[in-house]
């Protein structure tokens, strides 16, 4: 039985095969998967988490706008689908993107399982990288893509953060290549509209 959660959030990013401790690298994810389901070894699984856990939330919590609570519901959710799944999981993907269109779709399937909020609030952010320009900077591109439509933010999160190819996006949420392409596009508009009306709001009134 699989029960490895903790309420701790998670934070940072790790690269899309996985990472972390003694061994790397999707062969290490075979071997975890393998010893989890030969003997369902509670050890293996919770290294699993413990490598895939921090980028899953990453994601989760830049395409729910920063809503920690509902990102660390929904990476919960991901990994109790997970373990229903593993079994017949063929490896033609890494985990890792595996894991994540879990991820995406359990968080659209708690979204369209309750009432919309009549309004998002967004929680501070945090930077989308620590490297160049300013905290501030950052955190108003944050929040610009935390407020684009769920299908530009799923798009370009995936896209422009991720690494994802079309083909893998088109994959992960059940769309075309050139949906996703097309989706991108729109996104980029939008982000270059608010992050210019930020800009406009910034300057100084004479």
Same mark, same amino acid.
């Given at each position: 039985m699989c029960n490895p959660f903790g309420r701790s959030g998670h934070t940072g990013g790790m690269n899309r095969e996985g990472g972390g401790a003694v061994g790397t690298g999707p062969n290490e994810d075979r071997r975890l998967v393998r010893e989890y389901l030969r003997r369902r070894d509670e050890a293996a699984f919770r290294e699993l988490y $413990?490598?895939?856990? &921090?980028?899953?939330?990453?994601?989760?919590?830049?395409?729910?706008?920063? #809503?920690? /609570?509902?990102? @660390? #519901?929904?990476? @919960?959710?991901?990994?109790? !689908?997970?373990?229903?799944?593993?079994?017949?999981? !063929?490896?033609?993907?890494?985990?890792?993107?595996?894991?994540?269109?879990?991820?995406?779709?359990?968080? $659209? /399937?708690?979204? !369209?399982?309750?009432? !919309?909020?009549? /309004?998002?609030?967004? &929680?501070?952010?945090e930077p989308a990288s620590p490297g160049g320009g300013s905290r501030t900077d950052a955190m108003d591109i944050e929040r610009a893509i935390a407020s684009l439509p769920e299908k530009y933010r799923e798009v370009f999160v995936l896209r422009e953060i991720e690494g994802y190819t079309h083909d893998e996006i088109g994959t992960l949420l059940k769309i075309s290549s050139g949906t996703s392409k097309s989706q991108l596009f729109r996104a980029r508009r939008a982000l270059r509209e608010i992050l210019g009306a930020q800009e406009r709001d910034d300057e100084p009134r004479h």
């Amino acid at each position: 039985m699989c029960n490895p959660f903790g309420r701790s959030g998670h934070t940072g990013g790790m690269n899309r095969e996985g990472g972390g401790a003694v061994g790397t690298g999707p062969n290490e994810d075979r071997r975890l998967v393998r010893e989890y389901l030969r003997r369902r070894d509670e050890a293996a699984f919770r290294e699993l988490y $413990r490598r895939h856990s &921090p980028a899953l939330y990453a994601l989760l919590s830049r395409l729910c706008g920063f #809503d920690r /609570e509902e990102a @660390q #519901d929904a990476l @919960q959710d991901t990994w109790i !689908r997970a373990c229903r799944g593993l079994v017949d999981f !063929r490896w033609e993907s890494s985990l890792r993107t595996w894991l994540c269109g879990i991820a995406v779709m359990r968080l $659209r /399937e708690r979204r !369209r399982g309750r009432m !919309r909020r009549p /309004e998002e609030t967004l &929680p501070a952010a945090e930077p989308a990288s620590p490297g160049g320009g300013s905290r501030t900077d950052a955190m108003d591109i944050e929040r610009a893509i935390a407020s684009l439509p769920e299908k530009y933010r799923e798009v370009f999160v995936l896209r422009e953060i991720e690494g994802y190819t079309h083909d893998e996006i088109g994959t992960l949420l059940k769309i075309s290549s050139g949906t996703s392409k097309s989706q991108l596009f729109r996104a980029r508009r939008a982000l270059r509209e608010i992050l210019g009306a930020q800009e406009r709001d910034d300057e100084p009134r004479h």
